[in-house]
């Protein structure tokens, strides 16, 4: 009788828990696959997915998602795109450039002589600055070269595939 009540009393926890809806403050885990428009997958906390969609990074680990929501760790969009879920909920979040990483900016595109470099600049090089800005250099002539200081996903829609894993409820 005692391990019945028991697992009743364990049943109901379960079931107070994963009935709770996100809200701002709570610290979740969530599987993701992230996604363009034309359906290139750019990125995924699911090795399998990885593999499959050829980006697969073997120095990458491969897990759930954990941040705190409203906390400004992740872009606008998906902080907000999670609020309301549940514990094994899934669901589809578009997000507009400006709720991720902004309207793509021509300004951040510079173009500049070859010969003021000690390198020889290739497409596609990574690049960074004495502040810590980064960009990929995108065109390369015979006096010079372009570098992209623009987020490699700016000016594109996301879609990404959620599913919550768990949720840590708030610290009061």
Not at 40 to 65: C, G, H
Not at 84 to 92: A, W
Not at 114 to 138: C, N
């Amino acid at each position: 009788m005692f391990s019945f009540v028991l697992l009743i009393l364990m049943a109901e926890d379960i079931t107070k828990e994963t009935s709770r809806t996100i809200g701002e403050g709570d610290t979740i885990s969530v599987d993701y696959v992230g996604k363009l428009e034309d359906g290139t997958i750019f990125d995924t906390s699911i090795k399998e997915v990885a593999i499959d969609a050829e980006i697969y990074n073997q120095m990458r680990e491969y897990k759930p998602l954990t941040f705190t929501v409203g906390a400004g760790q992740m872009i606008k969009g998906f902080d907000e795109g999670v609020i309301g879920m549940k514990t094994g909920e899934e669901k589809t979040i578009t997000i507009p450039p400006e709720e991720a990483y902004g309207e793509y900016r021509q300004e951040l595109a510079r173009e500049l002589p070859i010969d003021a470099v000690d390198f020889t600049p290739e497409v596609g090089m990574r690049l960074a600055t004495d502040s810590g800005l980064t960009g990929i250099v995108t065109e390369v002539s015979n006096n010079n070269f372009v570098v992209d200081f623009n987020h490699e996903l700016a000016g594109k829609t996301l879609i990404f595939l959620v599913r919550i894993v768990s949720v840590e409820e708030r610290k009061e």
